[in-house]
Each structure stands twice: as C-alpha cells, then as structure tokens.
C-alpha cells in the first residue's frame, strides 16, 4: 500500500502531537520504549497495515568523572578501592548509607559481548550495612569506598574497569 505526502506529514503530525502531549497517548495505539536509557522507540499505527516509527535519543547525563582503574586482590578474590576527593561532589560524604547492584550478563562462545558487567553504587537514605568510609590519607580525611565482597562473579583480579562518577551513584563496568 503507497501512501502520498499528506498521509505521510499527517502521520508525523499525529507522533509529534503525541510525544509532546504524553496524556493523549492512548494504550491501543501508543507503544512507548526505552532502551538503555538513552533512545526512546515510538510507534504509532497510522493504518491497519502501516506503523509509523519515530526514535529519539535521550539526553543522557554526563558523569562528573571517568578513569580506568585496576581490580586488585584480596585474599584471592577481586577487590576496588574508590578513594578520592570527588566522591564529596557526587554526595558520598562520610557515613552515608549506599547500596550496591551488580548486573551480570551470561558470556556468549568465543567471547562476543553485548553489554560488559557493571556494578552500581547509589546513595539510599535507608538504613544500610554499607556505608562510605572515612580514611586519612597525608593528613587529608577522603571518603572511602572498599568493595572486597560480591565482585567474584562480576570482575576478575588484574582486569581494567572504568569508573564513572554521577550525582548520587558510581557505574563501575568492564573495559
């Protein structure tokens, strides 16, 4: 089925109505979808047979840092130390509360990946058995974060990670 110009510019007229009035948006013919946080996927059904698709990218927040940082050893298994002056910045001041979330994704045959294992770090205002830490460093108090638990099936020990600091969480994932 060919559809002419009008048809087309009404179509386009009809998604943009509906990305910006989100209480238009109907369930029967609204599909709205995020994918990694930074593109939404919407498809609009302009016809019985014919779906109009528009995809958007997100803005995404930009971290406040990023480095690369070695998994060291602690008794054998993985360890990551994060201390520095930038954790203050992002809201991990001494005595906060954190929580931890790790994703692992199974490892497809011969090394083909199609996202890398991360572990994230959040500030939470309830109570918690893991908070930041406080070390003196040169005379200098820094926060301190030391994660020698839980990593054994995220990283391995002697591999690079890049840290990257937010507002309020660390994403540490696999380089």
């Known amino acids: 089925m060919k559809y002419n110009q009008q048809q087309i510019e009404e179509a386009m007229k009809i998604v943009k109505q509906r990305i910006e009035n989100p209480s238009k948006r109907t369930k029967k013919n609204w599909t709205p979808k995020e ?10 059904r302009i016809e019985k047979n014919a779906v109009f698709v528009h995809v958007t990218n997100l803005p995404t927040e930009k971290p406040k840092l990023s480095k ?17 002056k930038i954790l203050f910045k992002c809201g991990f001041n001494f005595g906060v509360n954190i929580r ?16 890398a294992n991360r572990y994230i770090i959040r500030t939470t205002h309830h109570d918690s058995n893991n908070a930041v830490s406080k ?29 990257e600091y937010f507002d309020n969480k660390i994403i540490i994932e696999e380089v």
């Open 35 to 44: 994918t990694d946080n930074a593109m939404e996927i919407v498809r609009e």
């Open 68 to 84: 690369k940082v070695k998994v060291g050893s602690y008794l054998g298994k993985p360890r990551i130390v994060l201390q520095n």
């Open 135 to 163: 070390v003196k460093n040169h005379g200098v108090d820094l926060p301190t974060i030391d994660m020698k638990r839980g990593l054994e099936n995220v990283f391995t020990s002697g591999s690079k990670v890049l840290v």
């Open 100 to 115: 931890f979330k790790k994703i692992v994704l199974p490892r497809k045959e011969e090394d083909v990946y199609i996202r």
